[in-house]
């Protein structure tokens, strides 16, 4: 879906750099999430993100920051990158509405990350 | 918080077969249940998705069914495609309160010729 992108795609870092992930929305929902997801272990949650002035951590948030920049724009910090950091990451943005709507989330391609 | 199990880990049917996949939630609050769909090296998708106040759904070849009272739901694909091969997540949310997706840890379905 080019509605979300993810920049970059492809990063090879080393242990201790700082690293930032971006994602970017023309879908103008209100709520962008994103992902980390290892082999056997599914998407996990890392943060989230409802609007601009609302930021949760989700069930993975230690090692990790994130900024809302504005609504279209929802980026992922590494301070300080670890080997086990490595994994294919994903932002997601949802067309939520309403307690009685559905949640449906539209990811972005991912970018693949590898501390050495 | 949400706990949602999925099994099996891998499944391989032959074209035409139907494949099932499980998955149990631990919330009974969660009253949405998504399904997704990843190619390999691609996003995952949304396929299906049921509300909790609905026991079965069905789109072409696949269908979901949910117990609300088992806390499980079902993803069902029938007269299996070459193209069916992929990675398929459940997930769960209580779209009443923080709505944020649960994932399982995912199914490989490979089917064959």
């Known amino acids: 879906d080019a509605d979300v992108t993810q920049t970059p795609r492809n990063r090879i870092t080393k242990t201790g750099k700082r690293i930032m992930l971006e994602c970017s929305q023309t879908?103008?929902?209100?709520?962008m999430y994103w992902y980390r997801q290892d082999p056997g272990l599914g998407l996990r949650l890392i943060y989230y993100?409802?609007?601009?002035?609302?930021?949760n951590k989700g069930e993975i948030s230690d090692g990790y920051s994130v900024s809302r920049q504005a609504q279209a724009k929802f980026s992922l910090s590494l301070e300080s990158a670890i080997p086990n950091q490595t994994a294919l990451y994903f932002c997601a943005t949802s067309d939520f509405v309403a307690v009685s709507s559905t949640d449906t989330q539209y990811f972005g391609p991912g970018t693949r990350l590898t501390v050495l | 918080g949400e706990n949602v199990e999925q099994h099996p880990s891998t499944l391989s049917v032959q074209e035409g077969d139907s494949a099932v996949i499980k998955c149990t939630y631990s919330?009974?609050?969660?009253?949405?249940f998504p399904w997704y769909k990843q190619e390999l090296g691609k996003r995952p998708q949304l396929i299906i998705d049921i509300r909790s106040n609905v026991g079965e759904k069905k789109d072409q070849r696949i269908a979901v069914t949910l117990n609300k009272t088992a806390k499980h739901f079902s993803l069902h694909i029938t007269e299996t495609q070459p193209e069916d091969s992929a990675v398929y997540f459940c997930?769960?949310?209580?779209?009443?309160?923080?709505?944020?997706?649960?994932f399982g840890t995912g199914t490989r379905l490979q089917v064959t010729l």
């Open positions: 997930a769960a949310a209580n779209t009443g309160t923080a709505s944020k997706l649960t």
């Open positions: 879908k103008g929902h209100d709520r």
């Open positions: 919330d009974s609050a969660s009253n949405y």
């Open positions: 993100s409802f609007d601009v002035k609302d930021i």
